[in-house]
């Protein structure tokens, strides 16, 4: 079955930057298009970032634009959230989710807290 | 960027009673592919979310068929006909019609 699994997470200072990875697997990677949404301590979700396939096509939510960067690498079914210029406003759970319908399948999460 | 608006903000519900959440986006959500990209998502406490409806009333796979989704353009609905226990958590619409994609506020359902 599908399964999603991130990794990176922790705690990181403002301004400094940190990258996340997410790991497919139970489905053909390389065939669907790949979401990052996230989840503040105690509020909604958010959605980041998307991907397509074939990492052509990548759109972010204006929170994030110009700071994150959505990759993949389909040969290592792996998708990556890069994460520059953290502030306290980034500190939450990151989820990466697969593609269609929708979004999917989640993984379980990974914690970033942004802290001096 | 579209917005969405869910309503209420949240529920109490009798086990066995039906319950329902509007969700309204502040523009059309047909895309030029003939679908409205309007989804449907649980988060039990302390799970991720889970997917229950795509293309506003599509069920996904594994998912009781006491959930519905209905609507058009810019209103939509999740019902669910008979509301049981494991139903608890907050339930979100998002859309994935426009970029940016968007989550509408959520809204918690508990049991009575």
């Known amino acids: 079955q599908v399964q999603l699994v991130e990794s990176g997470g922790g705690v990181v200072q403002p301004g400094r930057s940190l990258r996340l990875s997410c790991i497919g697997s139970g489905f053909t990677f390389s065939g669907f298009g790949m979401h990052w949404a996230r989840q503040a301590p105690g509020k909604g979700l958010e959605w980041v970032a998307v991907?397509?396939?074939?990492?052509?096509?990548?759109y972010y939510a204006d929170s994030v634009r110009g700071r994150f960067t959505v990759s993949r690498e389909n040969s290592w079914n792996t998708v990556y959230l890069q994460m520059n210029s953290l502030t306290f406003e980034d500190t939450a759970t990151y989820y990466c989710?697969?593609?269609?319908?929708?979004?999917?399948?989640w993984g379980q999460g990974t914690l970033v807290i942004v802290s001096s | 960027d579209t917005v969405m608006t869910q309503t209420p903000l949240s529920l109490s519900v009798t086990p066995g009673q039906p319950a329902s959440i509007s969700c309204k986006s502040s523009q059309s959500l047909l895309y030029s592919d003939g679908k409205t990209h309007l989804s449907w998502y649980l988060q039990k406490p302390g799970q991720s979310p889970q997917l229950l409806i795509y293309?506003?009333?599509k069920r996904f796979s594994g998912v009781p068929d006491r959930f519905s989704g209905s609507g058009s353009g810019t209103d939509f609905t999740l019902k669910i006909s008979r509301v049981e226990a494991e139903d608890v958590g907050v339930y979100y619409c998002?859309?994935?019609?426009?970029?940016?994609?968007?989550f509408g506020g959520g809204t918690k359902v508990e049991i009575k």
């Open positions: 998002m859309q994935t019609t426009q970029p940016p994609h968007t």
């Open positions: 991907i397509s396939h074939d990492g052509a096509i990548k």
């Open positions: 293309e506003v009333s």
């Open positions: 989710a697969k593609d269609l319908p929708a979004l999917a399948n």
